[in-house]
């Protein structure tokens, strides 16, 4: 995959497989878990709670025993908590769940969308390539630019920078990133891909590439 590849990708599904060994399972962890939280409406309730739980055992806040005591009982009945079943996998090939999840949330949005399949096959397709292109959008804020890594320069870590990365972070609310650039710039921050990133007008997910720099995430 070369780099305007990457950069203009709608389909997350080579993306994924270019970038495997490349990103912690902690991100691919994440990847899934965003994708399934597009389509919450879509979710059973019970499965709501195996999500976030997915998402916890990511950052290490649960462990994946526990996870698992979550979903006993938990049966996936359709795509859309069949995508939470594979967020909830375990780390040993998380490229697979990762697809996985956002193959049956892509699936899931066509089949609420489009009534009717297979007869309705070409709009069905439709609806789910939207879907899958949103995705990819979402795998890049995870995971930037792989073909230009950002380091972190010490000098931007002010307190004002890690406490705003912290409360989106912990908050899922990204609203403040515009501000954080502004941080960022006051703090001595010239790289336009930081900067840039903040102040795009796109939606940002729990494990984005510049929150985690930030934070020493990986």
């Known amino acids: 995959m070369t780099e305007q590849e990457w950069l203009t990708a709608t389909d997350p599904t080579p993306m994924l497989r270019f970038i495997k060994g490349k990103t912690s399972n902690r991100k691919l962890r994440l990847f899934a878990v965003a994708c399934c939280r597009r389509i919450e409406r879509f979710i059973y309730p019970p499965w709501h709670g195996v999500l976030e739980a997915a998402e916890q055992v990511a950052d290490g806040v649960i462990r994946h025993d526990e996870l698992l005591a979550i979903r006993v009982g938990a049966d996936p009945v359709h795509d859309g908590t069949m995508a939470v079943e594979a967020a909830a996998m375990t780390d040993h090939f998380p490229i697979n769940n990762a697809d996985d999840a956002a193959g049956y949330a892509a699936q899931a949005v066509a089949r609420e969308v489009v009534p009717g399949y297979p007869e309705n096959l070409a709009a069905w397709q439709a609806a789910r390539g939207c879907e899958e292109g949103a995705q990819s ?32 972070y912990e908050s899922r609310d990204f609203s403040a990133m515009p501000i954080l650039a502004d941080a960022l710039q006051d703090a001595g921050c010239d790289n336009d891909d930081v ?6 007008p796109g939606s940002h997910v729990r494990g984005c590439w510049v929150i985690d720099l930030l934070l020493g995430k990986e």
């Open 137 to 168: 959008t979402v795998l890049r804020d995870i995971l930037g630019n792989p073909f230009h890594p950002v380091i972190v320069v010490p000098m931007w870590l002010t307190s004002t920078v890690v406490v705003l990365a912290r409360q989106m």
């Open 195 to 200: 900067l840039n990133h903040c102040r795009n």
